[in-house]
Structures are given as structure tokens and as C-alpha cells.
């Protein structure tokens, strides 16, 4: 396991509070797992193996549609636009990536429970794995959870305990995973780490597809929505790798979608661990914190953090629903970050472009 920010070297073990050697400088900073070598990579067969815990999918999950859309590629003025669309995994977003690998982690250092603070999408993913799995499975949230999440999480099975607010979540999750009652999928640190690093190492695999999909026309650029970063950190290592197996000559920018600045602030000067107060009805992209893998992946993809209104998300979300992508209010934020970057010619008319569409609309609470 390798610090992300100090590039220490550490034995492959659970580092829920990050990198001890960061942690303990006051600036935490995740870990992630370091490879000797990686396989050849010339089909789908191969993702797995590039994984720190290969294997086959679980319930179906990975090898999403990359849709292309000239009508939206004429209207934003670039030379070609398709959308990764996450919406398509088995419940309905791209945290089940995450879910695979962290069942396959967690089998594998013997743990029965498995925890999550979650409003929605990674509690129902990670609901179903571990019910597929035999594992137990607990839900750590707020009383504001949607219905429709919550009835699916109950029928697979999973506890549900809840939590006076959003940061008390953490609270709960830290004293019984410190206690080895729970394996934790999600950060719990303050300040802020990603998620587990066995479970954010599964979303490397979105560059892999990506690069077996569209090898002969590469994107110039990719935008994808952001909370704490897993997402954007994961796609950025994997389009790393690939560069360093000399599998492509030029990985593309990557740029940050957020509801409401944050990961701005700190590249505007802020420290990154502090807080950052706002409010949205992205429910997704929710939290006040920003982790330093967030930072390090704009760093290794040269790319732009974009801040777009409400009222641009939404009409973006009209946008996408009209050429037949009905997306999550969460995931549309790409579109008008790229409405965004093009009148800041920060992207050309030549570019092509690749919005993560992370899940669809039908997970949008009333």
C-alpha cells in the first residue's frame, strides 16, 4: 500500500484513518495499493486482473454503455460526445464497482459486517453485495434518507441505524469499526480520507473499459461529478496505469464537477481539511469536506474544478432526458460543467469529450 501524498510504502493491510505517517503530521491523506507488475490488458477478460483482488463480476457489475450523442455533441460545439453510463449497474449506480471489491477485501481478511454511512446509493450497493456475499450489512444515516432507498436496503437485508446528523454518521461508523466490530466501506476520518482503498480501487476499472471502448478515438477530456473524490481519483490512477504500461501516449484531462465550491476554495489557497459549508439539492455530491485524493487527481490529470448553479444542473438534466438519458440531478452536473469549460475555452470544438453519468434519475428522491 502506497500514501498517495508522501509515497511511503506500507505492508497491504485496512488503513481506515489513511497513511499513519501523514495522519499523525495532522494532514491525512489515503493510501491505495501498490503493483510490483500489471498483465496484459487486450480485452474485457483482463480487467479483473489488474485489480488488488480480481474476479469475475458479482451481480453484473462493470462493463457499462459508452453512448455516443451527436445532437449534444452539435449543441455544446465539440467534435464528439458520449457518455459512461454508471446508471446501468446492477442497483443502479457506479458505487457497485466499489461494492465488488470491497466484498472480495473483506472475505479475504475474514469480516462479517460491513458498515457504510450513506444517504442512498453506496448503502444499497453495498446492501446487495454483501447480502449476495452472506455478509451482514449496516446502513449508518439520517432520518431524511429517501423511502425508496431505504425499502431497498431493508429488503436486502441490511441494518439500519441512525444518526442525529450527516457528521454524526462518522462518529458511529469509527467507534465500531476501531473496535473491529464493522469493516467500514466508507471514510470515517477527520479530516476527511477517501473511502476504503480495496473498494475505491474497483473504479479503476472505468478507465480500463474506457480505453478498450474507445482505443481509437480517445477523449480529450472527461468531466465527472465529485463529493470526496473516490470517483475522480480512481479514474485518474487508472488512466496513470495505462500510461505507464505504454498502453496510451497521453491520458486526458479530467475535470471536477461540484455542486457548490469546495475543492475550488482549497485550490484558490484554503487548507484542504477543513470544512466547507453548502447546501444543495444534489444529494449525491453532498458533505462539507474535501480529501487530499481529490487534489492529487486534478494534479496527475491537469483538469478544472467547475461550480455549476442548481438551476444549470437542472436544466442540463432536461438536456440529457430529451436525447433519452434520464439522469440523476447528481450526474447531469457534467453537462453544464461542459456548457461551463466550453464558454471558458478551457475545451475547444475539437475536443471529445466523455461525461460519467454516475446513476440515473428514477434514484432522485421527490
Known sequence: MRCIKCRRLWPTSDYFLGCPNCAR????ASVAPDFDRLPSLSGPADLSGWLAYPGAPILGEGNTPLIDLPPLAEKTNVKRLRIKNEGSNPTGSHKDRMSAALVRRARDVGASKLAVASSGNAGVSLAAFASNAGLECVLVTTADIGQGWRRAIELHGAEIVMAPSSMARWDIVSARAMRGEWYP?????MPAVGGNPFAVDGLRTIALELHL???????TDIIVPVSRADLLWGLAKGYDDLASQGLIKKPPRIHAAEPFPRISRVLA????????DGRSPLSSLGGTTVTYQAIDALSRSTGRVITPSTDDTLRAQSELARVGLFVE???AITLSALHILRRQSIIDENASVILIVTSHGYKDQP
Open 25 to 28: 503530521a495532522g494532514a491525512p
Open 185 to 189: 466501506a466508507t471514510n470515517f476520518a
Open 213 to 219: 471502448d474507445v482505443n481509437e478515438d480517445p477523449p
Open 269 to 276: 489557497g484554503e487548507s484542504y481539511f477543513g470544512h466547507f
Open 329 to 331: 440531478k447528481s450526474s
